[in-house]
């Protein structure tokens, strides 16, 4: 990816909000590269710029990184597994001892 043309795609405030994005992105295999001054992380700062991160993807993939941005996802659009029933909430290997009733 080196020597690749890469474009910024969205600024955000804050490294929290720039890692969702860089999630949303890598889940779709869009490479993605996060461009920030680390002293606005250090002390939370986002004024002038300072909390600002931009968010960068390669020249070729900028379409299809818009696209997913622009995805909006319901409830029902979402593959939830079903969690396992547990059969039991006893700890396994253990007998009751009478003689402490």
């Known amino acids: 990816m080196e020597g690749e043309n890469w474009q910024v795609i969205s600024t955000t405030s ?3 909000k720039a890692r969702i994005i860089e999630g949303r992105l890598e889940a779709e295999g869009i490479p993605v590269r996060l461009q920030y001054e680390p002293i606005g992380e250090i002390y939370a700062i986002t004024v002038d710029g300072l909390g600002e991160v931009q968010i960068l993807v390669p ?21 939830w ?20 009733q």
Do not use: C, M, N
Not at 60 to 77: I, P, T
């Open 14 to 16: 804050g490294l929290i």
């Open 59 to 79: 020249e070729q993939w900028v379409g299809q990184a818009l696209r997913v941005l622009a995805k909006e996802y319901s409830e029902e659009d979402l593959d």
């Open 81 to 100: 597994e079903e969690e396992p029933q547990a059969t039991s909430h006893k700890p396994q290997g253990f007998k009751k001892d009478d003689s402490t």
